[in-house]
C-alpha cells in the first residue's frame, strides 16, 4: 500500500558515508535524466526542517553542503532517532508526498528502517545504492571523523546489511565515475 505521491517505476536508495558524493552521484544523475523524470528526495529536509524551526536556526544552510550544520549535527541526530524511535517511517512518508516523477532518487538513506519502508510501500521497484569512497577521497573533501556523529547509526546503520543492488566507486576517478553512472543511467531508462 503506497502513502501519498504517484507510484514510482523506479526507488533508489542511495547511502554511503559522510563526503562519499551521494549528493554529488542523485544530482549528476538528476541532471542527466532531468527533473521531469526524476526527483532528489532527501530524508534529511523535513528533519532538518522541524529541527531548524525548533532551534531557531536556517533550514536553508541546513540543507547545504557549508560547514553551518556541523556543531548542530550531533544534537540533530539524536533528536532525529528521537522521531524515529516514535514512528520509524516519519521522515519516509514526508518526503514522498506529492512527488509525481517515476524516478525518486533518496540521496540520503541511512538505516535498515529506511530500506524496508521504501520497499514495504514500493516493493520490486526498490533498488539500493552505495556510494563509496575511500577515506583520503572523503578527507580530500573536507571529511575529519567526528565522535558521535561518524560512529552512530545515522552513518554506520548500513555497513553489514549484505549486499546491495549497486555500487557506486567514487574514489576521484573521474572516468571510473562517469562509466558507472552510465551504466546505471542505462538501467533507469530500461524502467521508464
Known sequence: MA????????VLLFSGKRKSGKDFVTEALQS????????????????KEQYAQEHGLDFQRLLDASTYKEPFRR???RWGEEKRQADPGFFC????EGVSQPVWLVSDTRRVSDIQWFREAYGAVTQTVRVVATEQSRQQRGWVFTPGVDDAESECGLDNIG?????????GDEQYLEEQLEHLIEF?????
Open 188 to 192: 533507469v531508462r530500461s524502467r521508464l
Open 32 to 47: 542527466r535524466l532531468g527533473a521531469d523524470v526524476c526527483a532528489v528526495l532527501r530524508l534529511s529536509g523535513p528533519l
Open 93 to 96: 512518508r514526508k518526503i514522498v
Open 163 to 171: 549486499a546491495f543492488d549497486w555500487v557506486i566507486e567514487n574514489h
Open 75 to 77: 544534537d540533530m541526530i
Open 3 to 10: 502513502p501519498l505521491g504517484g507510484a514510482p517505476r523506479l
